[in-house]
């Protein structure tokens, strides 16, 4: 189990690009905030959870059965603490070329929770400060998305393991998986900053 | 009034009348000893009957055709029998109580100007029985006091159009107009109108069922039924001669609702009711209506001689104090509205709508606009029956949704537009969009370049005085947009179950600017510009039951093509590229039904009420509104697909020249195989409003100039300047004033999500990047408390 806490993840000066479109990341200060005037934008809060109790995927369906040991595949975590389901998570599989197998996040499952996420549509002024950068990035005059980080975000049992395997499916014949490594978060990590997109090159 | 000619033509009538005695069993509202019976057998045809404000320079002729007035059972051959007791007493006046058997009263054609003799707005029938009692006396100090008892049964109505009709059966009309005051005075230095004093009028109609058929409906044709009972106080109606244009009439109106009917049980309240019951309780509210014309306009190019309907103002505000779905209530609605003139972009908006007969664009060569609207026209010729209509509108408004007491404002809603529809009656499936339908008959809804334009200024969660946030992104809200529709619309009777509607359809939206999000006071944000959306539906029914508003999505197919996301001004901003997302689906379902999440939760922490929750505690009470969907997507079918297409580096911006990301071929399955599809993407979303948690982000002085220090929490005190403060450790009596916030409760089910493949395209050059990705097993629970940015 690992348990992060940072007090400040303060993200700035840093700009990257993914494909046309550009993201930076802004300390947020009281002056960046002067310029917020509640006419525009919204604070989120809340909480997202992932298979309390497992999927839709139930022990009761059909073609629900390990190709290897014949055991039941997917059913509750109920059902998997009495170790009569292999797993209760969800499952976002990849296969990253047409002859070998899949990447996955596995057993995907726990609660995340924030205070403080602001969304909103930004006018960057010439005033505004981004460490240095803002002329490099060149949002001078821009309309960028402001994604305010929230101040902390929790995390509640919130673990997936990372697989390789041989098929898309747990329950395909010849299924074999290899865990790389597993992540269990509990605790909080407290930010601070904002990220802004906006697009970038011939469009 | 100027000039008003009432012109009827000849005429053959059988009207047979005798005098009989006074029956007092039946004049027991009648105080007077003297008085007269008349008895009328009726069997009337009147060739056509004419209203003319044609003065010579302008306005022109309504004709109504073809007129019969006869008993129900055979209107050609069998009298109408009524009776009429009539009598006169010193001090209350005239009273006629009138009693009426199985009448019909039947219009063979209703058409306007150069069009009569062509084409009509079809025949029209209307079926009565049952007693009016009218007393007229004179009213103090001048006109004629009025007061009548309406109550019809067995009343119908069908209208039809090329030998196909909609009717509605077993209605019922029940009206009290009390002491109402006729009189002729001046309502301005040059103008004497017929003004009504209306203090009560009470009016309970009801409708057994409507359908699309020449026989009485059944259920499985059966639109459903609906009632309303409207309650009015205080009211006034103006009538005086001279139109828009001369010659013609015009209205003005006040109706207040009578909200003491609102205390008991549902009041003023209007219902539909299918399996259940979808009603609008304890209406209430106050419109007036300034400047209503009616003339006869000439030679509009696309609809000839046309009515003209067209009004100055209409304001006011209406109210649903209850809006229950199934027996569940989903809470309040209040509209508060303006239709008045006004300019956008320097063309002028009234309020009007021009009416006339005949479907004005059968026949044509819509092809430029889609072929799917040529082929609708072409199933009709220039000389078929039925309305067209041109409406142009201007509205300003604010509506309000309020939960449990605590209310949401969309606020500042302004709206502007015109454009054309067409209504008529067809049947079978060759004259359907969608050949596979059977025999039935059914309404065709045709919408020309109907041009839409609206936007609002954001949310206010609380009063209006709250501070103005946004949150619709995540309704799937535009605050702004502006399209043109151009569509082929087919409404059946009959749900998924028994009775219900059935709706087919092809819609195009062009022209298209949809902001996604957007700065109100300087208008930028982000904005999906040039866009194309054109959708396909068949098969949709739509039915009421004990889970809600149940709607059976049959097949749909879409693509929505968006030339520019643009970043800033809403045409000028920065663009992201173009985005293509195309959808193809059957079998998919959605349910809305009445009331909320329903259960409080303590949010990102543990505690089971307000006191011990060491989280954000929500309560959503027992209203709010909640949807469930049932999406099914389905495997690439022809040119039918799920995808999504984000292209840039285009030549001159034209999609199809740059290099695109294609998410291809995106499907659900039920996790085992890829052929198994029943689940779909399951979602339950609940919206409410209702108290939440906020903590200050940063130490400091927000922005209306309150101070606090980081993670200190917002609490409403009305003493305070900007009506909260921020407490560090707030009591639990604190705790129990923090702000109002939208709540949005979501849960998402998916068996087997797939994506078949992610390829990079580059002029017509295809490389995949992914060959494959599946999301399985996925149940994911989401609460969202939505505020302002303070």
Redesign the interface.
């Known amino acids: 189990m690992i348990s992060l806490s940072f007090k400040y993840l303060t993200l700035f000066s840093m700009s990257f690009a993914i494909?046309?479109?550009a993201n930076a990341l802004e300390s947020?200060t009281?002056e960046g905030?002067?310029s917020?005037?509640?006419?525009?934008?919204?604070?989120?809060?809340?909480?997202?959870?992932?298979?309390?109790d497992?999927?839709?995927?139930t022990s009761a369906?059909?073609?629900?059965i390990d190709p290897n040991d014949a055991s039941i595949v997917?059913g509750s975590c109920t059902e998997k603490q009495a170790l009569t389901a292999d797993?209760?998570?969800?499952?976002?599989?990849?296969?990253?070329?047409?002859t070998d197998g899949?990447l996955a996040l596995d057993e995907l499952q726990g609660s995340v929770?924030?205070?403080?996420l602001?969304?909103?549509?930004?006018?960057i002024e010439a005033t505004d400060n981004f460490g240095g950068d803002e002329d490099e990035a060149g949002i001078t005059g821009?309309?960028?998305?402001e994604i305010?980080l929230p101040?902390e975000v929790?995390f509640n049992d919130f673990s997936y393991s990372y697989v390789t395997s041989t098929q898309?499916?747990p329950?395909d014949t010849g299924y074999q998986e290899q865990v790389r490594h597993g992540v269990d978060f509990n605790g909080s990590v407290q930010m601070?900053g904002n990220i802004l997109v906006?697009?970038?090159?011939?469009? | 009034m100027k000039k008003i000619g009432l012109l009827l033509l000849p005429f053959i009538s059988v009207v047979q009348a005798d005098l009989v005695g006074l029956d007092e069993t039946s004049m027991e509202t009648v105080s007077g000893q003297t008085g007269i019976g008349v008895n009328f057998d009726k069997l009337i045809t009147v060739g056509s009957i004419t209203y003319s404000d044609n003065n010579g320079s302008s306005g022109g002729d309504l004709q109504y055709s073809d007129i019969k007035i006869g008993s129900s059972l055979d209107v050609d051959t069998t009298p109408a029998f009524s009776q009429h007791l009539i009598n006169v007493d010193g001090n209350e006046g005239l009273f006629i109580d009138s009693l009426f058997e199985s009448t019909r009263i039947q219009v063979g054609g209703i058409s306007v100007g150069s069009h009569i003799g062509s084409r009509s707005f079809g025949q029209y029938s209307f079926d009565f029985e049952g007693t009016n009692l009218i007393q007229i006396s004179n009213a103090s100090p001048t006109g004629f006091l009025i007061n009548t008892t309406t109550s019809f049964e067995n009343v119908g109505f069908q209208w039809t159009t090329n030998g196909n009709t909609f009717r509605v059966d077993g209605m019922t009309i029940d009206t009290i107009l009390s002491d109402a005051v006729f009189e002729e005075k001046s309502i301005d230095v040059s103008t004497t109108a017929l003004v009504i004093d209306i203090p009560s009028y009470s009016a309970d109609v009801s409708i057994a069922s409507a359908c699309f058929s020449a026989s009485a409906c059944i259920t499985e044709n059966s639109l459903g039924s609906f009632s309303r009972s409207l309650n009015l106080i205080n009211s006034q109606i103006q009538i005086h001669g001279g139109g828009r244009e001369d010659v013609g009439i015009t209205f003005n109106g006040h109706f207040e609702f009578d909200e003491s009917v609102n205390l008991i049980g549902d009041g003023n309240v209007s219902t539909y009711t299918d399996e259940s019951t979808v009603k609008f309780a304890k209406q209430s509210g106050v419109i007036d209506i300034a400047g209503f014309t009616f003339d006869i306009g000439t030679g509009n190019a696309v609809l000839g001689d046309h009515i003209w309907t067209q009004f100055d103002q209409v304001s006011g505000n209406f109210k649903v104090g209850n809006f229950e779905i199934a027996g569940n209530s989903v809470g309040e609605f209040e509209m508060i509205f303006d239709f008045s003139d006004g300019t956008h972009d320097t063309v002028d908006y009234v309020n009007r709508t021009l009416i006339a007969p005949g479907i004005a664009f059968a026949g044509q060569n819509l092809d430029a606009i889609d072929p799917f609207m040529t082929s609708f026209y072409n199933k009709v010729i220039s000389t078929s029956d039925g309305i067209s209509l041109f409406n142009e509108w201007n509205l300003q408004a604010d509506f309000v949704y309020t939960d449990d007491s605590h209310s949401i404002r969309i606020d500042n809603y302004q709206t502007y537009g015109s454009g054309y529809v067409t209504l008529d009656l067809r049947s079978g499936g060759a004259n359907s969009i969608d050949a596979t339908n059977g025999t039935e008959s059914f309404l065709a809804i045709g919408v020309k370049d109907y041009r839409v334009n609206y936007s609002f200024?954001?949310l206010k969660v609380g009063d209006e005085s709250s501070?103005?946030?946004?949150?619709y992104?995540?309704l799937g809200m535009s605050p702004q947009a502006s399209f043109t529709i151009n569509a082929a619309i087919e409404i059946r009777g009959g749900g998924a179950n028994g009775s219900g509607v059935t709706f087919d359809g092809d819609v195009l939206l062009n022209d298209a600017n949809f902001a996604v999000?957007?700065?109100?006071?300087?208008g930028?944000?982000?904005y999906l510009d040039n866009a194309m959306y054109e959708f396909h539906f068949r098969d949709v029914t739509m039915d009421v039951d004990t889970q809600g508003i149940q709607l059976v999505l049959g097949e749909l197919w879409s693509e929505f093509t968006i030339n520019?996301?643009r970043?800033?001004?809403s045409t000028t901003?920065?663009?992201?590229?173009?985005l293509i997302v195309k959808q193809y689906q059957t079998g998919s379902k959605v349910t809305i039904s009445g009331g909320g999440a329903g259960i409080a939760k303590c949010?990102?922490?543990t505690g089971t009420d307000l006191a011990s929750c060491d989280?954000?505690w929500i309560d959503p009470e027992t209203q709010g509104l909640t949807v469930t969907t049932q999406t099914m997507l389905q495997k690439r079918n022809g040119s039918k697909e799920n995808s999504v297409t984000?292209e840039?580096?285009?030549s001159a911006?034209v999609i199809g020249t740059?290099t695109a990301?294609k998410v291809d071929n995106i499907y659900t399955t039920?996790?085992?195989?890829d052929t198994a599809n029943t689940?779909g993407i399951?979602t339950t979303t609940s919206i409410d409003v209702a108290k939440?948690?906020?903590?200050k982000?940063?130490s400091?002085?927000?922005?209306?100039g309150v101070s606090g220090a980081?993670?200190s929490e917002l609490i409403m005190d009305a003493g305070e300047t900007a009506g909260y403060k921020y407490v560090v450790a707030p009591t639990d009596l604190e705790k129990a004033d923090r702000p109002e916030g939208l709540i949005i409760s979501n849960n998402v089910?998916?068996?087997?999500l797939n994506i078949e493949s992610v390829n990079m395209i580059h002029q017509n050059a295809t490389a995949?990047m992914?060959?494959?990705?599946?999301?399985?097993?996925?149940?994911?629970?989401?609460?969202?408390?939505?505020?302002?940015?303070?």
């Open positions: 494909g046309l479109s947020l009281e905030l002067d917020i005037t509640g006419q525009n934008g919204v604070s989120l809060s809340g909480e997202l959870t992932f298979n309390e497992g999927g839709p995927l369906d059909v073609g629900n997917w797993r209760c998570g969800a499952r976002l599989a990849i296969k990253p070329n047409d899949w929770s924030f205070e403080g602001t969304l909103r549509a930004r006018d821009k309309t960028v998305l305010g101040s929790k898309g499916r329950t601070q906006f697009p970038v090159g011939n469009p | 200024d954001g501070q103005l946030q946004t949150g992104e995540l999000t957007r700065n109100a006071s300087t930028n944000g982000i520019d996301v970043f800033g001004d901003g920065s663009s992201l590229g173009a949010v990102g922490g989280g954000n984000w840039t580096n285009r911006g740059g990301l039920d996790g085992y195989d689940h399951q939440t948690r906020v903590l982000k940063n400091g002085t927000d922005t209306n980081e993670g089910q998916i068996k087997e995949p992914l060959h494959g990705v599946k999301l399985q097993n996925l149940n994911m629970s989401s609460t969202l408390s939505v505020t302002p940015i303070r």
